[in-house]
């Protein structure tokens, strides 16, 4: 056995073991697409509140669902018989829709505990004065139309404290009852509101959610209903942006890997050698996953439309070595000798361009930059150590030196192209410097692959329900549950001068359900012993038309209430306030938080300012008021101006590698100088044609940089009179065409974040392979 028979057997095992390796860790890895996965390692206080909420808040677990067409009658119907099953169903923590299923025992509840609940429970209410006018004002009510209520419950409950606590926990906006069911404002949908177990950020299990709402709307309706079920929510989000990538990726890879396929085939003219030149595409892909599957834990969608992208440059190495050599094992040798040292200088730069990104401290960029480091060096590796003892024996393409001859006549002539080239670029530089405020998207917004359509539904559902906008918040933090509440009891009373000035709608606050210890006893401190009770109502009632002895009931109440057991947060789970409370009082990492959603006045937004001045009196250590949009927004133009910078590391990297190489300014001048020409004409065209940059149009440049380095080295030339085959044109060529065809089908994806490198790198390799040619040192061709 021949000593590179045995090199090839020992080759090809270790890549077949390497396949098996990546191949497992593929099957074991976990692939998402929410937004999550592109917020920062290392967050400020804001942040983290802010990738909870993402990944585990009361608002990622709700969905929020429509039921359109037919009839009132029958969309109250449908709805109310959605409801009862899924209320059976345990991946559901409570499903609404109007119906009053919790209203009795919402209503015992609330009964048994008003004097810890009330807010109005002080010293002042139970002296005489204060009985005087809260049983005149529970009298005058016998005449609203609360009067049965109030009749009811008035020997027990003379100073009306169940229905300040009514009033007190119904002070945000619900939606109108039809039917016994809840519809929309213009009464052409019902509503219902669901919350799931799982947190928003467990796709499956939201999507598991999902498919029982359906099967449950389809049970109900029938075959010939014409109603029509809608839903929103994170989750919803989730699952639809999940299922749009994974869509969009799997089609455009197949379409993808056809088009390069019959590509390849036209210039091969040969299955064996498209199969062959497939294989380091495919170690490069496998590689790329696992590598990010080990290092994160998880592949984000976006990661895979990078890779499905990066077919296209990997298959480039096949084809330099099919094309640039004469296909028998001399030769193959001479291209070794001859060639790989600029194919590998070309990975070394691609690298170093990529391993900028892995400095970032968001996940999802480095992702990015360790997948395409990882695929682009077992593509490589594969071409180089594997490939040439899989080639069997007389292995041949077709001859394609014509193709080549070609390209040698218009190259020869490209360098009278170099004054329009430097007008271009000028001009170029002149757009960018005009559209300089408006050149990037600061907008998290802009990496969501949800429809404009969705939004709009999401916005309708929101309104009709009234449900909160999350987008402002107070948080109150601490080390125990109980230095919280106490803390956002504080917090509340200060908000509610807020909505009494009006600067806010309205808030939340989970100790309007759960107050704190403290109060709660400070409620049970007000209330007077019995007979002390008995002689104030006697006072209280003189000028009343009531008797002393009608409320006998309230005075047994209260001396119940002085010693009953103080609320707990288990106390409430039975109730529908659990699922406030759940939402509103976080315990993570032995940190407790409050949080208290502020309700911005119709029309107009929170004056920020204004409440942190106003929180600012309170005195408390751990307040903070949050505008998650701005938050946001703001993290991710930080993510933004950090991704620009590890752009330009990553550019002064591959200079300085050039540098090391060559030992020549003048040399890699001229290397880079296509480059730097082909990024800033594709950036200017971009701008023209309106599209603001995002973060996957900077790792697009990248690309164009990545790519457009082995076309530039390849034309690079110590020696003049050193001749440039035919058939390295050719090889560039091709490999040129692979990529426009791996990364333009991006451009035609409906995602924003896969469309942006698509638009980018198409574009940019073909500049950079003609700037190239352009700028080339005096080259001479066979």
């Not at 021949?2 to 270790?14: D, N, P, S, V, W």
């Not at 016994?180 to 928003?200: F, I």
């Not at 056809?258 to 590689?287: K, N």
């Not at 050193?722 to 060529?733: D, E, K």
Request: glycine residues 8%; charged residues 15%.
């Amino acid at each position: 056995m021949t000593t590179t028979r045995r090199h090839g057997i020992t080759a090809i095992t270790l890549w077949l073991a390497f396949l098996l390796g990546c191949t497992v860790i593929i099957s074991r890895t976990q692939f998402t697409t929410d937004l999550s996965a592109f917020l920062p390692r290392t967050p400020t206080a804001e942040q983290q509140l802010l990738m909870d909420q993402l990944r585990d808040g009361l608002a990622s677990r709700l969905i929020l669902a429509g039921i359109e067409g037919a009839d009132a009658p029958t969309r109250a119907r449908l709805s109310k018989q959605i409801a009862q099953r899924l209320r059976a169903d345990p991946d559901f923590v409570s499903v609404n829709n109007g119906e009053p299923v919790n209203t009795e025992r919402d209503r015992d509840f609330l009964f048994q505990n008003r004097y810890l609940l009330s807010s109005a429970v002080t010293p002042a209410r139970f002296g005489v004065a204060g009985l005087h006018a809260a049983l005149g004002d529970s009298i005058d009510l016998l005449a609203s139309p609360a009067g049965l209520l109030v009749k009811s419950m008035l020997p027990r409950d003379p100073t009306g404290e169940m229905v300040q606590l009514l009033d007190q926990l119904n002070s945000g906006t619900h939606p109108q009852l039809l039917d016994g069911a809840w519809v929309s404002r213009d009464g052409k949908r019902a509503l219902m509101l669901m919350q799931t177990r799982a947190p928003g950020s467990d796709t499956d299990a939201q999507q598991r959610a999902m498919a029982a709402i359906r099967q449950a709307f389809d049970s109900a309706t029938g075959a010939s209903s014409a109603a029509r079920l809608v839903m929103t929510g994170p989750g919803v989000f989730s699952v639809t942006s999940r299922d749009t990538i994974k869509g969009q990726v799997s089609r455009l890879s197949i379409i993808s890997v056809m088009l390069i396929a019959t590509l390849l085939l036209l210039v091969y003219r040969s299955f064996t050698a498209l199969a062959l030149g497939l294989l380091p595409v495919i170690s490069g892909a496998l590689a790329g996953v696992a590598a990010v599957s080990l290092g994160f834990g998880a592949v984000h969608g976006i990661t895979l439309g990078f890779g499905t992208a990066l077919i296209g440059e990997a298959v480039d190495y096949s084809i330099y070595l099919f094309v640039q050599s004469e296909h028998n094992d001399t030769d193959q040798q001479t291209w070794i000798r001859r060639f790989w040292p600029t194919i590998r200088l070309g990975v070394l730069t691609s690298i170093f361009g990529f391993a900028s990104l892995l400095l970032s401290g968001f996940p999802g960029l480095a992702q990015l930059g360790l997948y395409a480091i990882a695929g682009l060096i077992a593509a490589a590796a594969v071409t180089r150590f594997v490939l040439p003892h899989l080639l069997p024996a007389k292995f041949r393409i077709h001859d394609v030196t014509a193709i080549g001859h070609i390209l040698a006549a218009l190259v020869q002539r490209a360098a009278a192209l170099r004054w329009p080239a430097v007008i271009l670029l000028l001009a170029a530089c002149a757009v960018l410097v005009a559209n300089r405020a408006s050149l990037f998207n600061d907008k998290i917004s802009s990496l969501s692959p949800v429809s404009q359509a969705d939004v709009a539904l999401d916005a309708s559902l929101r309104a009709d329900m009234g449900a909160p906008d999350v987008r402002y918040l107070v948080v109150v933090s601490g080390n125990s549950q109980e230095s919280v509440l106490r803390g956002s009891e504080r917090v509340s009373a200060l908000l509610q001068t807020q909505v009494d000035q009006g600067e806010l709608a309205g808030f939340e606050s989970p100790s309007r359900y759960l107050p704190s210890v403290a109060m709660q006893r400070a409620r049970q401190a007000s209330l007077p012993p019995p007979a002390e009770l008995q002689l104030r109502l006697g006072q209280a009632i003189q000028d009343l038309p009531v008797r002393a002895t009608l409320f006998t009931p309230f005075v047994v109440d209260v001396a119940a209430a002085r010693s009953q057991p103080l609320l707990q947060a288990s106390d409430l789970q039975k109730t529908s306030m659990a699922m406030a409370v759940d939402a509103l009082l976080i315990h993570q990492n032995q940190r407790w938080s409050a949080l208290l959603p502020l309700t911005a006045p119709k029309g107009a937004d929170i004056n920020a300012d204004r409440i942190r001045a106003a929180l600012s009196t309170t005195g408390l250590p751990n307040v903070m008021f949050v505008d998650m949009k701005a938050e946001s927004d703001r993290l991710y133009s930080g993510y933004l101006h950090e991704a620009i910078l590890l752009s330009l590391g990553g550019l002064v990297s591959i200079i300085g590698l050039l540098l090391f190489v060559f030992r020549s300014p003048m040399r890699v001048l001229r290397i880079i100088v296509p480059l730097a020409a082909a990024v800033v004409t594709v950036t200017a065209g971009l701008a023209v044609f309106g599209q603001q940059l995002i973060i996957l149009h900077l790792v697009g440049l990248l690309l164009v940089v990545a790519v457009g380095s082995n076309y530039a080295l390849f034309f690079d030339r110590t020696d003049p009179h050193t001749l440039i085959q035919p058939r390295t044109l050719a090889s560039m060529l091709f490999a040129n065409l692979t990529t426009v065809a791996g990364f333009g089908l991006l451009a035609f994806s409906n995602v924003s974040i896969l469309q942006a490198m698509g638009v980018t790198v198409a574009p940019g390799v073909i500049l950079a392979l003609i700037y190239a040619a352009i700028f080339a040192r005096n080259t001479h061709h066979a």
